[in-house]
């Protein structure tokens, strides 16, 4: 039986990306900036956007595809994909997606995208505004339980007291983030770098996350990456970022409702973690650099975990700043500055970065990088990840 896998045959050929605004701040409507971005991708990979036959995309992205191959000039659309979900739990499950569609010939030359501008429709990370409170919120929003931020600080908090894990490994996480966004003039939070006394002493949000420092920001933007066949990416101007391994879903009852799952101090990745390593036929221990979604710094710990990058029970002496930053540290991670500190655009910027890093072109380069693992956004579900790699990982 031939073997059915993703790995080595399909490429990242161009990355693309808006200027990265604060909430609100965009000059242009989402439609646009997803144009832009999809535009940049092309330009950037030596592709006519026209040639462009199939969009992928997630947290019910309103730029939908029959739209934008009518702005695109398109020839013939041959595939329209939108993963479930809210959120960034679908970030690398949109690529997988668009590479899912290559490889079976369902298309030839895939964007997967995502666009967001927050000032234009709605915030994310606000509780709902609502007459009543109906299905889990019936149950949650009586109790004070309404925005993503205090649900998933009590699955945190029970996995940090479980484990005996302390608030330092969160700071940290934020401190690598801001850090490497000084040297990238593309991160919103460039410019203003984070000190241990000013985490320390910003307010808290709900325990254990700080301010500005342990939650994602809100940004508008659009990011894009395009997806063609392993042969074909030969001959377009960059050096070639191969997929390896990629999976998405949830493990067994991951989305029972109303905080009552059997697995409750989880981010959702156990059995697709062990998916994706296994089509990429590697370990945590092959990976160079870590892209981790941060929706807040907890799930970032939760999903190491899961993926097997931090044992719970070292992740005090493994989750400490020198660890974490590029271009020595022993994990590199989030180098362009992430969610935190680079900008919100649901993860889609991760995947552009862990390109720039098996280009050798990022502005927090890892020497020699080969393996680049992308993990989604965690503690939402279905969830996804996957592992990036150069022509060397073949």
Known sequence: MTERTLRGKVAIAGIGETTYYRHGQSPDAEFKLALIAILEACRDAGIDPREV????????????????AAALGIRDLRFSNMHWGGGGGGVAAAVANAAAAV?????????AFRSLAQGQFARYGRGAQAAAAAGDDAFLAPYGLMSPAQRFAMKITRFMTDHGIRHEALRAIAMASYHHAQTNPRAVMHGRPLTAEKYDAS????????????????????????????ERAKDLPHRPTYLLGAAQGGHHRSAAPVHNAPDYASAHFKT????????????????????AYENFTGGVLLS???????????????LVLENLLAPSGKMPMNTSGGNLAECYMHGLEMVNEAVRQLRGTACNQVPEANVVAVLGGPMVTPVSSLVLGTEATL
């Open 53 to 68: 036959d199939g969009f992928a995309s997630y947290g019910n992205d309103r730029s939908d595809a029959p739209r934008l």
């Open 203 to 230: 307010r808290w949000i709900i325990e254990p996350f700080h301010r500005l420092f342990d939650c994602c920001q809100e940004n508008d933007g659009a990011g894009a990456v395009l997806v063609v066949p392993a």
């Open 272 to 291: 697709v973690a062990r998916n994706m390593w296994a089509m990429a036929k590697l370990g945590p221990q092959d990976c160079d650099v870590v892209q």
């Open 304 to 318: 190491l975990v899961e993926h097997g990058f931090v044992d719970p029970g070292r992740a005090n002496e493994q």
């Open 103 to 111: 490889q079976s010939g369902m298309a030839n030359c895939v964007i």
